[in-house]
C-alpha cells in the first residue's frame, strides 16, 4: 500500500506539467477549432531560450519570464506565417503544416544549440521531503509545479468566465459570424488564443525540463500525453484538460512503478482509442447552444 501510494505522489508532478501542455493545446483548439502538434516544439524551442538565459545570468525567475515572452512572441509569429494562410483550407493541410513548424522547430533548435540533451536547474530542492522520519517521493519542486498549475488554472478560468477578453474569446471560437456582428474582431481573439497558449506551453517547457533533460526531440513523447489528455477531457474544456491531465500522470508513475516506462504511451493511446470509440467528444465536452 505504501509503494501505491508513493507512485502517487510521484505521478502529481507530471500530471500538472501535462495539464498544462493539454492546456495549451485547448487553448489553440478554442480559438481557431485546430489542433496545433506544434505546441511541444514551441515549449522545446523557449526552454532553449530560457536554459541561455539562467546559464547566463543564473537567474531561474528571469529565465521563466523570458520564456513566456518568447512563447508568446512565437505563437503570434506561428499563427501570422503559417496558421494564417492555411486556417481556411481543410483541416488536413492546417494539421500537415502543424507537423512541418514542428520539425522545422526542431531543426532549428539542433542548429543553434546542438543535439546533445541538457540538464536544467530546479528553483528549490529537487529531492523527496522528509516527513515522520520517512522520505516521500515529493519534493519542494513537485509543490512548486503543482501551485504554478492551480494558478494558472485559476487565471485561465476567471479570464474566459469573467472578462470581456475572454467571452470575446469564446464567441470567436463558438460562432466567428455571429461574434463578428457584434463588434468583436475575430482575428484579434485568434492572434490572442495562440499567444496565450504560446505562454502557458512555455511554461510547461520550462517546468518538465528539470524532471528529465532539454534536446530537440526530448518533449515528443509530452505530445502524446497531452494530446490524450485534451482529446479524453474534451478538446473546448479546460477542467478536462486539467482532470485527465493530472489522471494520465498518476496512470504514467503506475505503469512505470509496476512495469516499464516504455508502456506508457501505449496504454495512453489505448485509452485514447477507447475514448474516441465510447465518448469522442471528451468525458467534459459541451453539448448544445453555449451561453457568451
Do not use: C
Not at 175 to 186: C, K, W
Not at 214 to 224: A, C, G, Q, R
Not at 252 to 278: H, K, M, Q
Amino acid at each position: 500500500m505504501t509503494t501505491f501510494i508513493d507512485y502517487l505522489l510521484g505521478g502529481f508532478s507530471n500530471g500538472a506539467v501535462i495539464a498544462l501542455m493539454a492546456i495549451a493545446l485547448v487553448l489553440v483548439w478554442r480559438s481557431t477549432r485546430m489542433v496545433n502538434f506544434a505546441q511541444v516544439g514551441q515549449a522545446m524551442f523557449t526552454t532553449y531560450i530560457a536554459l541561455t538565459v539562467q546559464q547566463q545570468t543564473g537567474n531561474w525567475l528571469l529565465a521563466l519570464v523570458v520564456a513566456i515572452a518568447a512563447g508568446v512572441v512565437l505563437g503570434v509569429i506561428v499563427f501570422f506565417l503559417v496558421i494564417r494562410p492555411v486556417k481556411n483550407s481543410d483541416s488536413t493541410g492546417a494539421i500537415i503544416a502543424t507537423f512541418g513548424v514542428l520539425i522545422a522547430l526542431q531543426a532549428g533548435a539542433g542548429m543553434i544549440w546542438g543535439g546533445d540533451p541538457e540538464g536544467f536547474v530546479t528553483p528549490v530542492d529537487n529531492a523527496g521531503l522528509e516527513i515522520g522520519g520517512r522520505i516521500w517521493p515529493i519534493s519542494l519542486y513537485d509543490i512548486l509545479v503543482l501551485v504554478v498549475t492551480a494558478a494558472l488554472v485559476i487565471g485561465l478560468t476567471l479570464l474566459f468566465t469573467k472578462t470581456a477578453l475572454g467571452l470575446s474569446m469564446r464567441a470567436s471560437a463558438f460562432n466567428p459570424e455571429v461574434a463578428r456582428l457584434s463588434g468583436v474582431r475575430v482575428s484579434r481573439m485568434l492572434i490572442t488564443g495562440w499567444a496565450i497558449a504560446g505562454g502557458v506551453g512555455a511554461v510547461a517547457g520550462i517546468l518538465v525540463a528539470p524532471l528529465s533533460t532539454v534536446s530537440p526531440t526530448s518533449f515528443d513523447i509530452l505530445l502524446v500525453f497531452a494530446f490524450t489528455a485534451a482529446v479524453i477531457g474534451g478538446l473546448d474544456s479546460l477542467v478536462g484538460a486539467v482532470t485527465f491531465g493530472l489522471g494520465t500522470g498518476l496512470i504514467i508513475s503506475l505503469i512505470s512503478g509496476y512495469s516499464d516506462s516504455s508502456n506508457a504511451p501505449v496504454v495512453a493511446l489505448i485509452l485514447l482509442a477507447l475514448n474516441l470509440l465510447l465518448k469522442p467528444d471528451g468525458v467534459f465536452s459541451h453539448h448544445g447552444s453555449r451561453s457568451v
